[in-house]
């Protein structure tokens, strides 16, 4: 059964920094691409990051371009996002989601989520 | 950036009759690179369809997609009480950003 749980969610000040873990099981976790995606409190869904299986091809939305850093270990089968310079709008849960297709980015599993909330 | 309308915002039903919902991109998706996905309270979306009209696995029949270029239509044949929830289309064309419709919300009439 494949298995994504996300964790290091938390509050955290304006311009300060969080890292999320996302961790893989029940496939082979080098072999699938990754992203993050967000959801704003009553809002819709927004996606965050895009990572390849090698970890050689990542790409950003706009809005966290420069602030925020995904990453993969494979042999430690998990994700990450490093966030820093956290703004308001960044408060949201973070889900992990794993593509299957190749170059097709929907999103076939998601983790459960981990809230991050941005405040003073 | 490919943005998705989806409409109607929200759909009151009951139970037994059938949903259409709809999306429309700004401009034209590529091969049809259009998912669904249904999300209920308190959990992570669930995808329903992908490549426009694509059943993912475990998905029942009763859902349906259609539609191509800008125009995308997930139909529910036959709504069961399980189905109310909220529904976002979303667009994985070639390069990003991978955008998402602002959802429709299907409510028990």
């Known amino acids: 059964e494949v298995q994504l749980v996300e964790s290091g969610g938390g509050l955290v000040q304006p311009g300060g920094s969080l890292r999320l873990s996302c961790a893989a099981s029940?496939?082979?976790?080098?072999?699938?691409?990754m992203n993050w995606l967000r959801q704003a409190p009553g809002k819709g869904l927004e996606w965050v990051s895009y990572?390849?299986?090698?970890?050689?091809?990542?790409y950003y939305a706009d809005s966290v371009r420069g602030r925020f850093t995904i990453s993969r270990d494979n042999a430690k089968n998990s994700l990450y996002l490093q966030m820093n310079s956290l703004r308001a709008e960044d408060t949201a849960v973070y889900y992990c989601?794993?593509?299957?297709?190749?170059?097709?980015?929907?999103?076939?599993?998601w983790g459960q989520g981990t809230l991050v909330t941005v405040s003073s | 950036e490919i943005v998705l309308t989806q409409s109607p915002g929200t759909l009151s039903l009951s139970p037994g009759e059938r949903a259409t919902l709809s999306c429309r991109a700004s401009q034209s998706v590529s091969s049809s690179n259009l998912a669904w996905y249904q999300q209920k309270p308190g959990q992570a979306p669930r995808l329903l369809i992908y490549g426009a009209s694509s059943r993912a696995s475990g998905i029942p029949d009763r859902f349906s997609g259609s539609g191509s270029g800008t125009d995308f239509t997930l139909i529910i044949s036959r709504l069961e009480p399980e189905d109310f929830a909220v529904y976002y289309c979303q667009q994985y064309g070639s390069s990003p950003p991978y955008t998402f419709g602002q959802g429709t919300k299907l409510e028990i009439k």
């Open positions: 029940g496939f082979t976790f080098s072999n699938y691409e």
């Open positions: 989601a794993r593509n299957t297709a190749i170059r097709k980015r929907y999103f076939d599993d």
């Open positions: 990572i390849s299986s090698s970890g050689t091809t990542i």
